[in-house]
């Protein structure tokens, strides 16, 4: 089993559409909690970084943690098609070497 | 603010051929830093990281090899390419100070061997 779950798509929707992109994990023990979002042939860039449970949100993104569950989630209002890309949910436990551990990535298309 | 820099963005080698991929950072000190490989259609998987000046850890034993001669440089080398050494590679740089700090990317290097 791997420590992140994250299915990988595609996911396909209509401008406008409420997007949820979700990851489940089996480490009790992360505590920090990213979403990055990939363009094609670009470096994935950060999106949401929030810290044990509960909700963020930023303009149209909102990041949403549920510990007790070890599930995260991202949820993207309004999507628009400058949204379609890979979405990479990441996590790291309290050490000083910032290891990640990455999800597969979600690859979303938003149709005009 | 800090930036980082990969290049070349796109390299065609042949097999068997050495490999030396550069990667700096600036605006900051002393970070960690990372070499991630990422197949097509799939995850990232990290190579190797640094949290300091020739502190190098391997997580994938293979043909590749990586360096950190200064405290915001990385470099990744190999020997002797091999086909499957082909794919995207990014560097990474995080904050070295306190914990579960995010990791920011490079745009990487698209490597192709023939």
């Known amino acids: 089993q791997k420590e992140v779950e994250q299915d990988p798509g595609p996911l396909s929707v209509p401008e406008g559409a409420i997007v949820s992109l979700n990851c489940t994990y089996s480490?009790?023990?992360?505590?920090?909690f990213m979403w990055y979002r990939q363009y094609s042939r670009k470096g994935p860039e950060l999106l949401m970084y929030?810290?044990?449970?509960g909700n963020k949100e930023d303009g149209r993104f909102t990041a949403q943690v549920d510990k007790s569950s070890k599930y995260i989630s991202l949820f993207i209002r309004d999507s628009q098609p400058s949204d379609s890309a890979t979405y990479l949910c990441?996590?790291?436990?309290?050490?000083?070497?910032?290891?990640?551990?990455f999800g597969q990535g979600t690859t979303l298309q938003v149709k005009p | 603010s800090q930036t980082i820099h990969q290049w070349p963005a796109t390299l065609v080698q042949p097999v068997g051929s050495p490999l030396s991929l550069e990667c700096t950072v600036e605006?900051?000190?002393?970070?960690?830093l990372y070499w991630y490989r990422q197949a097509a259609g799939r995850g990232l998987q990290l190579l190797f990281y640094?949290?300091?000046?020739?502190?190098i850890s391997s997580e994938v034993p293979q043909n590749l090899s990586a360096s950190r001669p200064q405290d915001r440089q990385f470099i990744l080398s190999s020997k002797k390419l091999l086909l499957s050494d082909s794919g995207f590679y990014l560097c990474?740089?995080?904050?070295?100070?306190?914990?579960?700090?995010?990791?920011?990317f490079g745009d990487g290097t698209r490597l192709s061997i023939l």
């Open positions: 990474a740089w995080s904050s070295g100070t306190g914990f579960g700090q995010p990791q920011h």
């Open positions: 480490n009790s023990a992360f505590q920090y």
């Open positions: 929030t810290y044990s449970s």
């Open positions: 990441a996590m790291s436990v309290s050490s000083n070497t910032g290891k990640l551990i």
């Open positions: 605006g900051t000190s002393n970070p960690n």
């Open positions: 640094s949290v300091g000046i020739g502190q």
